[in-house]
């Protein structure tokens, strides 16, 4: 199975900030890494595919990169509704698997 | 747009079953995530839209997804349980995408609290 690894697993941030998160897959991945948000009691929401494209109605303050095995998500100009736990997703090949998560906090 | 509605909250004793059912409104492919308590997400199967299924290793031995097109619901059997399977249960639709499957539209989770 492929191993994701996300760090870090708490960012303490405040309105305003830019954060970036990162993923590290245990092999090439090529390009096939997701990213997804959760909020407690919610539905979790698809932001990116392709490790950088966005979906539709995602703001463009969420912005990927990233190919091969080092990725990363970052947020400009944090809001409050942006507080809330991110996970990574490789979709190269079953079982998917998906990073640790990364909860961000507000300081 | 799929959407996606679960079933609701189960209490079980260990070594039972548990069938949690999601009702898609299209004919999609349907996978299964789970979350357990300060867990991060872990995906357990697919069940494609003619009913045919894979399975994580994980759970191979203990899981069954089924289809039933004439309610559009999809049903997530697990089987045997332990109280490791305290979680969180999504299902969620794919999108194919730039030659990958990515989960574009989820549930809204279905608790499952086993206990002796």
């Known amino acids: 199975d492929i191993q994701m690894t996300q760090s870090p697993s708490s960012l303490p941030a405040s309105v305003g900030d830019t954060v970036t998160i990162s993923c590290r897959a245990s092999q090439n991945i090529n390009n096939y890494l997701g990213w997804y948000q959760l909020k407690p009691g919610k539905a979790p929401r698809f932001l990116i595919h392709g490790a950088s494209t966005l979906q539709t109605g995602v703001p463009s303050r969420f912005s990927g990169s990233g190919s091969g095995t080092d990725f990363s998500l970052t947020i400009s100009s944090l809001q409050p509704e942006d507080f809330a736990t991110y996970f990574c997703q490789q979709s190269y090949s079953t079982p998917y698997t998906f990073g640790q998560g990364t909860k961000l906090e507000i300081k | 747009q799929e959407q996606l509605v679960q079933s609701g909250a189960e209490v079980k004793k260990t070594g039972a079953s548990v069938k949690v059912s999601c009702r898609a409104s299209?004919?999609?492919?349907i996978h299964w995530v789970r979350q357990a308590p300060g867990q991060g997400l872990e995906w357990m199967g697919i069940?494609?839209?003619?009913?045919?299924?894979a399975y994580s290793e994980k759970f191979q031995d203990r899981v069954a997804m089924t289809r039933d097109t004439s309610t559009s619901t999809v049903y997530m059997e697990l089987t045997s349980l332990r109280s490791e399977d305290t979680a969180l249960y999504y299902c969620?639709?794919?999108?194919?995408?730039?030659?990958?499957?990515?989960?574009?539209?989820w549930g809204q989770g279905t608790l499952v609290t086993v206990s002796s």
């Open positions: 969620t639709a794919a999108a194919h995408l730039d030659d990958a499957e990515y989960f574009q539209h």
């Open positions: 069940v494609n839209p003619s009913g045919g299924t």
């Open positions: 299209g004919h999609t492919y």
